[in-house]
């Protein structure tokens, strides 16, 4: 089993900042992608960045410029700064990891985990 956990969200205003992160424990074994997805209400839940094993770079367009993906792989523990927050930033932050670790006969599963959200609100 592999779990997250995640902290870092909060209420800041408007022009601030916020640093998030997640860190993932258990059977991790090897870990391909870990990441940020956000939901706000009555939105569909959005890719907000995520950066692979090769620390290659996704970010949504709203994000680029304002936010930094970075990873721990030692520590399986992906941050994300987020600076020049803006109201409609407001959202559930879920972070992910996609990864695989083996059975007892050494056969590869592959899975992706889901945290359990962190709520990040900005103020106008």
């Known amino acids: 089993q592999v779990q997250l956990v995640e902290s870092g969200g909060g209420l800041v205003q408007a022009g601030g900042s916020l640093r998030l992160s997640c860190a993932a424990s258990?059977?991790?074994?090897?870990?391909?992608?870990m990441g940020w997805y956000r939901q706000a209400p009555g939105q569909q839940r959005e890719l907000v960045a995520n950066?692979?094993?090769?620390?290659?770079?996704t970010y949504a367009e709203s994000a680029k410029g304002r936010f930094t993906i970075s990873r721990d792989s030692a520590k399986n523990t992906v941050y994300l700064e987020m600076n020049s927050l803006k109201p409609e930033d407001t959202a559930v932050y879920y972070c992910?990891?996609?990864?695989?670790?083996?059975?007892?006969?050494?056969?590869?599963?592959?899975?992706?985990?889901w945290g359990q959200g962190t709520q990040v609100t900005v103020s106008s």
């Open positions: 950066i692979t094993s090769g620390d290659s770079t």
């Open positions: 258990g059977s991790v074994f090897r870990v391909n992608a």
């Open positions: 992910f990891v996609d990864g695989q670790h083996v059975d007892y006969y050494g056969i590869p599963i592959e899975y992706l985990k």
